[in-house]
């Protein structure tokens, strides 16, 4: 390590979504546990979602004028407009804050940064969350001093595209609060969200685009539980619904109430460790985060991949889980609500697959990630 620790800059160039904000935001905690006087700071797009995720978690980012390159002549042409004017935003902050380093997130706030951080001769390295690599960081893949992977099929992809370029399987660097908090038990975990604290749980969570459809499907699965077309053991069900679903869901239930599932509706959980403690099965997407959460608890999952994700990273993401023997997928274009009503009723009668998917959960790295990618860091500072 070069000099004083307290002299080095660590740059984090993460927007776009949490997939890419929450392991940044990770890894800063853990590098400042081990180096307290390091200075880090974030970058990130305008967007005032991206904006607000930082300040959930306390943090003031760096803001640039950037937006996503979307499809249409108008659209893509107002992207590249900002994409230059994001370069330049960014390689004045650059050449003025001077980072040692810079961890890329992927996404595209990652392109204008590492523009400019290649113009200035500025290292990095970078993280990529999803089993397929997204377009940033497979273009920055080459010039970057460790590629940090989450899955191990990502390895794999970034090796093919670039030979004998330094990759790293980490898992997922997980963000405060989502790992089961010792000695609660799932007792404890149920009460604290008004479930009986002695029947097993459905944990249904959507992830951030497209849960309309799985919620649909779950919701005419559960139906059939509810009314004895499947025999089923007696559960309850604790549902993550997004601000987006849940005067939908409600209204659903108002019109056609439950007569046996008692459902636990909540339009936002912030203490996801206590909704990990308390379920029994899961039935979830499979973006990168949700995935490596699930797994990291070690919670027996269905995963439904959304159906259009960029490159299909999420059908990709759970078939590492899948092969692994640590979870079940189910594609939603071949899923009926009868064969998702049987495929909860197998998991929450069968212990014995259950214990062996909580098992096989357990050769993911992702409790330690984001202290192997902090400590990795501050060796090259």
């Known amino acids: 390590m070069k000099g004083s620790v307290g002299q080095r800059r660590i740059l984090f160039a993460a927007g ?3 997939g890419h904000i929450f392991p940044a935001i990770a890894v800063k905690r853990s590098l400042l546990e081990m180096c307290p006087d390091a200075e880090v700071r974030f970058i990130c797009g305008s967007r005032p979602v991206e904006v607000n995720l930082y300040r959930r978690e306390g943090e003031e980012p760096v803001v640039l004028d950037v937006q996503p390159l979307r499809s249409g002549i108008f659209s893509r042409t107002i992207g590249a407009l900002k994409l230059m004017k994001g ?13 040692d380093r810079i961890l890329g997130q992927g996404g595209y706030v990652t392109t204008p940064v590492l523009m400019a951080a290649r113009l200035l001769g500025i290292p990095y390295d970078l993280q990529e969350q999803n089993t397929v690599p997204g377009r940033a960081n497979l273009m920055f893949a080459h010039g970057a001093g460790t590629v940090y992977c989450s899955f191990h099929e990502a390895v794999r992809r970034f090796a093919e595209r670039n030979g004998a370029i330094k990759y790293r399987y980490t898992g997922m660097p997980l963000r405060n609060g989502v790992m089961r908090q010792d000695g609660m038990s799932a007792e404890e975990a149920r009460r604290r969200f008004g479930l009986e604290p002695h029947l097993p749980v459905l944990f249904v969570l959507g992830g951030s685009q497209g849960a309309k459809g799985l919620y649909g499907l779950v919701l005419d699965a559960l139906y059939r539980l509810d009314e004895g077309e499947v025999s089923c053991p007696v559960f309850q069900c604790l ?12 209204q659903e239930l108002v019109r056609r ?10 339009p936002f959980i912030k203490d996801m460790g206590a909704a990990y403690a308390a379920a029994t099965v899961a039935i979830s997407r499979s973006g990168a985060g949700s995935v490596a959460e699930l797994l990291a608890n070690g919670v027996p999952t269905l995963f439904v991949p959304l159906p259009d994700s960029a490159g299909g990273h999420q059908k990709y993401n759970a078939r590492e889980a899948v092969q692994a023997g640590a979870a079940m997928c189910m594609e939603e274009g071949e899923l009926t609500a009868e064969g998702l009503a049987g495929a909860i009723r197998d998991l929450l009668e069968s212990e014995s697959k259950r214990i062996l998917m909580e098992k096989a959960s ?3 790295r992702h409790q330690d990630a984001a202290k192997i990618i902090a400590e990795d860091i501050l060796k090259k500072l």
């Open 239 to 250: 549902w993550s619904a997004g601000e987006g679903n849940i005067m939908w869901l409600n």
């Open 362 to 364: 357990r050769i993911f």
């Open 257 to 266: 109430p439950m007569r046996k599932i008692h459902i636990s509706l909540h």
């Open 16 to 18: 776009g979504t949490g």
């Open 87 to 99: 370069f330049i935003s960014a390689l004045i902050f650059l050449r003025r804050w001077r980072p």
